[in-house]
């Protein structure tokens, strides 16, 4: 009976199984058909279900704990509304008495397992149907009720003419009941068809003395009913017709020939070929459907066992002889196996053949008969399904459950062979998340695809590459013999990744940053040495990325630092933990002081002063730095004005801001009312940024940039020459000041190479209108080079290092005379 569910007209089926495994096969089966699917794990479960889910039809196992297949389905039944859901019984067992007992319990069908899932779906459909035309027959019935029980046999009696001689034995209104004296005519009461053919069978009987029988259908009280009429002929001008209702008969007839065509088509669609073996002769009737199984036509297919015996798969063969044996020896009840057999096309097919033996009184077999039904669809699903439980989607290789079971066996080797030892590798792909942010995730995709080969390329046959997920994979390297062994692996991984990705016309370098932890029998589980190889991860990519390192006890002791770090520092900004310290940037002619860069620092409660270098990643990657950076602008700025309404003259502050903060989209707007608040003039500051972010090249960071521009705050690329400098990007983006890294400044007095560098970036700087400022410097020497290549500001410790608030308020009131005004968008 199909029902509304929620204004949705498809039919929802309620799947009552133990197994879980058959509960999935049966929800994808039946999802597939289009179907909504429930599942209850056991019989109780599934009576709680039933006044909620209103199911239109319940797949029910037969062999559950606690409460059978058996008995909740006698319980549906006598739940009110449910007396004719349909209900369609699961079982393996196949004797007749089970089957009996499920019909008598309630069951609509019966489906045996292992289960045709292609067939199900049909199954399922028709039952469907015909609950529902079942359930319009009963409505029409209920009107017609009473009708039906009141229409006995009944006889009349008629002339050669047509007259009605006498009614008898019928209390039935519509075969009328003759008064003394009133004789009518058939043509009278009769329908003039059925009046026609029932005078038509009696003048026959009349002439030739032979019963008649005619059939007809007649409508009664609005319905149609099937009568039989048989005419005798009791006198000689006249004939006696014996009318009875046969509709009961025709609706039972018509039943079972619904069931027989149900039978044949199930057959045919469930593909079954049937075998018949007479054990005595050995000869084996095969069925036409068996041998189109395997590609053969009738004729290709001879009556020899081998026919069946020759064709199975060679692994399979001893098996499926074991337990036909066991079955005639009557060891089992009856013969099932799932076994191959070979296809004319020279493919194999998964076969699922069951037979049983039939008996002399003494127990000896002499005949066995049985069926095969192809189950490569089935198996081919069960296949699918145990695949994609243990292995990548987007890769193929194995998934982190794969991964760790073989991880596990390493270990459990290690404590019996106490000479193994194996290498397990975590690796990760660096600034993998800007491929996909620029280049798309279909780029990215394509990236840890090739990531995938070359890694199975640098494994051996026995390693397992696995992906974790994301750009995360790990590989586990079977006997290493020793931790030089597992360096020389590293080291062939990583010259894999030298050549560069094509990803649509587009050259991509990546490398991977490198963990490894080498197994012993001292680790508890898998886990916990993964998590070693991840913690030595991290520490490559904080050594410089693209690297290799070797777990080392400390680390893990450094990454439970880290995270005591990280849980410090949630709360830092609210304990007002942090500080600003000041260094100036100064003109090189005369160090007047022409800027002010601000710089943040923890001052942590027991740490102690904690650098930016210690912090700031770890505000980075947690996205503290968004709350961080906006108090560092604030503060800072309400510092410049404060300086400002104090008499030192104008000068630009410059603010360092994350990627993570530029990124943020509401980064323009929080600029923009700190400027407000603090009522600083924007070109008095400057946000200095890192060439990393401007590799993105992303529109949105481009936008950012314009809209700060357009305010008037000048823009700073913060230690220019140590990453990936182009001048298209230069040309493309609002930079108003190259800042020369400290690097170059630090060697320069030992090393004419890093001379040429330096007068490339102030010739570019000049070019391009930009201002230049040499960052780190620390000697006379270094200063007086760089005056000489007329660069004129400078910044670093031969100056002043980093001071606090009240210590560069006092320096800047103390020396008015050499601060020095910053003409708007111009060096001093």
């Known amino acids: 009976m199909m029902r509304e569910h929620n204004g949705e007209n498809t039919p929802l089926i309620l799947v009552v199984d133990d197994d879980t495994v058959m509960r999935m096969l049966a929800h994808t089966s039946l999802a597939r058909e289009g179907y909504r699917v429930k599942e209850a794990e056991n019989g109780a479960e599934a009576l709680s279900l039933l006044n909620a889910l209103k199911p239109d039809l319940i797949l029910l196992d037969v062999m559950m704990p606690e409460l059978d297949g058996f008995s909740t389905c006698e319980q549906v039944r006598r739940s009110p509304g449910h007396e004719r859901t349909p209900i369609c019984m699961m079982t393996g067992l196949e004797d007749t008495g089970s089957i009996h007992r499920a019909y008598q319990a309630g ?54 003419d047509g007259t009605l001689l006498e009614s008898r034995n019928s209390s039935d209104r519509d075969l009328p009941s003759v008064a003394e004296g009133d004789n009518p005519n058939i043509f009278e009461f009769l329908p003039s068809l059925l009046a026609h053919q029932l005078m038509g069978q009696v003048h026959k009987t009349l002439e030739t003395g032979i019963v008649q029988l005619l059939e007809c259908r007649v409508a009664i009280g609005g319905a149609l009913h099937d009568w039989e009429i048989r005419t005798i002929r009791s006198g000689e001008n006249e004939a006696l017709n014996i009318v009875r209702d046969i509709t009961e008969r025709k609706r039972t007839e018509k039943a079972l020939r619904e069931s027989e065509e149900r039978y044949a088509l199930a057959s045919l669609a469930a593909n079954d070929g049937l075998w018949d073996w007479n054990l005595l002769t050995n000869e084996v009737h095969f069925s036409s459907r068996w041998k189109g199984l395997l590609g053969y036509s009738e004729e290709e297919i001879g009556t020899d066992i081998e026919e069946w015996f020759s064709r199975i798969h060679p692994d399979d063969s001893q098996q499926v002889k074991i337990e036909i044996n066991s079955h005639l020896e009557g060891l089992n009840t009856h013969f099932i196996h799932e076994h191959r057999m070979l296809h004319k096309d020279g493919s194999y097919r998964w076969i699922l053949s069951r037979g049983i033996a039939i008996r002399h009184e003494t127990g000896s077999p002499y005949r066995m008969a049985g069926s095969h039904t192809d189950i490569s669809a089935r198996k081919h699903a069960e296949e699918q399904l145990q695949h994609d439980a243990f292995y990548d989607g987007l890769t193929g290789l194995p998934n982190r459950a794969l991964f760790m079971d073989r991880l596990n066996n390493a270990l459990r080797r290690t404590r019996r062979l106490p000479d193994y030892l194996f290498a397990v590798f975590f690796l990760d792909l660096d600034r993998f998340k800007m491929i996909n942010d620029s280049l798309g995730h279909s780029a990215g995709d394509a990236v840890l695809i090739e990531t995938a080969r070359r890694l199975e390329q640098c494994a051996r046959p026995g390693d397992t590459t696995a992906r974790l997920g994301g750009d995360e994979f790990v590989m586990l390297f079977e006997d290493v013999k020793n931790l030089e062994n597992a360096k020389r692996i590293a080291e062939r991984i990583q010259r894999s990744f030298i050549g560069p990705f094509y990803v649509n016309e587009a050259e991509i370098v990546s490398t991977p940053s490198i963990g490894i932890a080498l197994g012993s029998s001292e680790y508890p589980c898998g886990e916990d040495l993964l998590r070693d190889a991840d913690i030595t991860m991290y520490q490559a990519k904080a050594l410089g990325r693209g690297r290799y390192e070797v777990f080392s006890p400390d680390m893990r002791s450094q990454a439970v630092a880290l995270i005591r770090l990280e849980s410090d520092l949630r709360t830092a900004l609210e304990r007002n933990e942090f500080k600003i310290f000041y260094q100036p940037i100064v003109a090189l002619k005369d160090s007047s002081i022409v800027g002010m860069e601000a710089l943040m620092r923890w001052q942590h409660p027991h740490q102690g002063l904690v650098a930016p270098s210690d912090f700031i990643p770890l505000a980075e990657e947690t996205g503290l730095i968004v709350p961080l950076g906006e108090w560092l602008l604030r503060t800072a700025c309400r510092q410049l004005k404060t300086w400002f309404d104090g008499g030192v003259p104008p000068l630009r502050l410059a603010v360092n801001i994350s990627p993570v903060q530029l990124r943020d989209p509401g980064f323009p707007d929080m600029v923009i009312n700190v400027i407000r608040e603090s009522g600083v003039n924007p070109e008095n500051l400057e946000l200095e940024i890192t060439e990393t972010i401007l590799m993105e090249q992303s529109s949105s960071i481009v936008n950012v940039l314009l809209k700060l521009k357009a305010l008037g705050i000048h823009i700073s690329l913060d230690d220019f020459g140590t990453g990936y400098s182009s001048l298209s990007y230069l040309q493309n983006l609002p930079i108003d000041t190259l800042k020369i890294d400290r690097s170059f400044i630090n060697k320069l007095a030992f090393n004419g190479e890093q001379t040429n560098i330096i007068e490339t970036i102030l010739m570019l700087g000049s070019n391009l209108g930009m201002d230049v400022v040499a960052e780190g410097i620390e000697t006379v020497e270094q200063r007086e080079k760089l005056q000489k290549m007329k660069c004129s500001r400078g910044q670093g410790f031969l100056f002043s290092r980093p001071l606090e608030e009240s210590a560069i308020t006092s320096l800047l009131l103390s020396l008015p005379g050499k601060t020095e005004t910053v003409a708007p968008g111009g060096a001093s």
């Open 107 to 160: 069951a609509t069908d019966f489906i045996t397992k292992p289960i045709n899932w292609l067939l199900l779906g049909y199954r399922v459909r028709y039952l469907l149907r015909t609950s529902k035309a079942f359930d319009d027959v009963y409505r029409a019935e209920s009107k017609s009720r009473a009708l039906l029980g009141a229409i006995p046999d009944g006889m009349l009696r008629i002339s050669h």
